[in-house]
């Protein structure tokens, strides 16, 4: 039997269905539920898992179920070793159990995140040596 046909077929023995795998990550969120294009609360949590279509999270209070919600997660890796790096999603809170919940996720984009100021000097190396482009708008970095 093929590898992946064994993945699958223990997974469903398992008895997870779910469509997307999903990876043990804890990063730090920062959370606003969103209802008619205003924020409604913030507040912050952490991953406990993620997968290309949503994730799991915890907050210090429970969110409410058929918000929508905007994540702001530090991301674990610094764009060319210079700007820090934000995963932003903007999903659907589905399930909720106490402080824990399920986010569908239907939209995500990576942004870089605030700069220390003791970073910017290298960063201002990194875009004059044309590595980068300011997108405008945008509070994000486009490598070229």
Not at 32 to 60: F, H, P, Q, W
Not at 96 to 115: L, P, S
Not at 124 to 141: C, D, E, M, R, S
């Amino acid at each position: 039997m093929p590898w992946e046909q064994e993945v699958k077929e223990a997974d469903r023995i398992a008895g997870d269905r779910r469509r997307d795998r999903r990876y043990s990550l804890q990063l730090d969120v920062r959370w606003k539920l969103i209802r008619r294009k205003r924020v409604l609360d913030t507040g912050t949590g952490r991953t406990i898992d993620v997968s290309s279509g949503g994730l799991y999270l915890e907050t210090e209070r429970p969110l409410h179920p058929g918000l929508n919600v905007e994540l702001s997660i530090a991301w674990p890796v610094m764009l060319h070793d210079v700007a820090p790096l934000q995963l932003v999603v903007f999903g659907k809170v589905l399930r909720v159990n106490g402080n824990r919940c399920a986010v569908r996720m239907n939209q995500h984009e990576f942004r870089t995140a605030a700069i220390p100021n003791d970073q910017r000097p290298p960063l201002a190396a990194a875009i004059a040596k044309g590595g980068f482009t300011f997108l405008p708008n945008k509070h994000a970095l486009a490598v070229r």
